[in-house]
């Protein structure tokens, strides 16, 4: 994206030093005066490369019966369960600027929404005090998934020390991952896919969004995306200063956003806006970039004050 936009200012400069000489026109003192700030702004809109070392590491073997397909896991977050279940382990395909998601009041849903961003797919367990979690979860972040709650079906190992957890996960079908992360200290009751599974409630005290609230955060994002505004599309989705600057700065970002952006139709009409206790949902209608008709879905959960896209269901008619 830095470069499109670089593209774009140099086009800009070379249509002023085209234009014509008449009297209507720009003088070349004020053309220059335009080109200094024009390239000081692309300048100020760089940011640094961000890179860490990859905290987990693994593979998801394809499996014929699954439209999961195979990869690697190189990235992820772990927190508490605010329910006393186990500490939630979820790794993704891409780097999700995890240590920007450690001090997250939801790192699971920002986890998320950075997964969507990048097209990563993901695994997931929950591991309790020795260890053992009830379930094995795999996916990718618009299509197919699998669940095992076959427990002999795999193993699992958990080590708990001053601030991260370690340990590994091998399923004897579907792969195997290795961890050492940032323990998470989430404010928020998140939802795991093993809560999603028991259909459990949040916590009595979790606020129900109301619908315009919800309609707005997906008029914000959508016109974002569809500007292919990466910054403005990051903040749109609830990321702070410090956490949009490092995610832009990721290697592979742009290319990923653009197909992101492709996801917004236009013009996008926002119809049948939904809530519940930490959530919400509204369907946009449109056209994609190809011309096709489509009606999507955007779901959210509530952060604090702000609504984080967590999902997209794409359907054409």
């Not at 013009?267 to 008709?293: C, I, Y």
Request: hydrophobic share 40%; with cysteine; charged share 25%.
């Amino acid at each position: 994206m830095r470069n499109r936009c670089f593209a774009i200012v140099t086009a800009f400069l070379a249509a002023l030093a085209a234009g014509g000489c008449g009297n209507d026109g720009p003088s070349s003192g004020a053309r220059s005066k335009t080109s200094a700030k024009d390239a000081e702004k692309v300048v100020e809109d760089k940011v640094p490369p961000y890179a860490y070392a990859a905290p987990v590491k693994g593979h998801i073997k394809e499996v014929k019966e699954v439209n999961v397909g195979a990869f690697d896991l190189v990235d992820g977050i772990a927190y508490p369960a605010l329910t006393g279940a186990g500490t939630v382990v979820y790794v993704a395909s891409k780097p999700i600027a995890s240590p920007m998601l450690v001090d997250s009041a939801c790192p699971l849903s920002q986890a998320r929404a950075v997964s969507k961003l990048r097209n990563a797919s993901f695994a997931e367990v929950t591991l309790d005090a020795v260890g053992r979690s009830k379930y094995f979860v795999a996916g990718t972040p618009f299509g197919g998934s699998l669940a095992d709650f076959t427990l002999r079906a795999w193993s699992s190992t958990l080590k708990a020390d001053a601030g991260r957890v370690a340990g590994n996960v091998r399923h004897g079908q579907y792969g195997r991952f290795d961890f050492d992360l940032a323990l998470s200290n989430p404010k928020i009751d998140e939802t795991s896919y093993g809560d999603r599974e028991k259909k459990r409630r949040l916590a009595a005290t979790t606020p129900k969004p109301v619908e315009q609230a919800v309609t707005a955060a997906y008029v914000e994002l959508r016109d974002a995306a569809l500007r292919r505004d990466l910054k403005a599309t990051l903040s749109a989705m609830g990321f702070d200063a410090k956490q949009v600057a490092a995610i832009r700065g990721m290697d592979g970002i742009d290319a990923d956003f653009q197909v992101f952006a492709d996801r917004f139709l236009t013009p996008g009409t926002p119809v049948d806006p939904s809530s519940s206790p930490g959530a919400g949902h509204v369907r946009g209608e449109g056209l994609k970039a190809n011309g096709k008709k489509y009606f999507n879905d955007y779901y959210f959960d509530l952060c604090g004050g702000r609504l984080v896209l967590t999902g997209i269901v794409e359907q054409s008619p």
